[in-house]
């Protein structure tokens, strides 16, 4: 089930209000971390988590035409049973270039492999990859670098 985790502070204002970031990973455990993480950064107004490739397909494809709440990022794990972050790429260029044009992916990883890091740099819907847990300054500078506007 996809969840939305809205993010506002009345301290500091995000970056962007209409920003929004899907979390794609099916570890509990990583969704809760990375979530007060990218909350902490304070760059995104709204979380949407989705704990398969699968499930965050569904979801893209359900909010095609409401292109408001479709993500401007997507934190995208590579290792998922069922759909790995790599096969959800390949369902991913599928999707409309309206869409997948004004939508940036890092990939997660909690182990760094060769191959890995290989397929993800040579993806050109991969902007970065991505150690996991998510280090807040690196989220920033990646989101900084890649959703200027």
Do not use: W
């Amino acid at each position: 089930m996809v969840r939305h985790l809205k993010l506002q502070s009345r301290m500091v204002k995000p970056l962007n209000s209409s920003r929004i970031v899907m979390l794609i990973d099916d570890n509990d455990i990583d969704l809760k971390i990375n979530g007060k993480i990218v909350a902490f950064t304070k760059s995104f107004e709204d979380i949407v988590v989705c704990r398969s490739g699968e499930e965050a397909l569904n979801y893209l494809k359900q909010h095609l035409t409401t292109p408001e709440r479709l993500p401007e990022f997507i934190l995208l794990d590579i290792q998922m049973p069922e759909m790995s972050g790599f096969e959800f790429l390949d369902h991913y260029k599928k999707l409309p270039v309206s869409f997948t044009e004004g939508c940036n992916i890092a990939m997660l990883s909690s182990t760094l492999d060769f191959s890995d890091i290989q397929r993800a740099e040579a993806n050109p819907y991969v902007v970065k990859l991505l150690k996991k847990p998510l280090i807040p300054a690196v989220l920033q500078e990646v989101v900084k670098e890649h959703l200027q506007r």
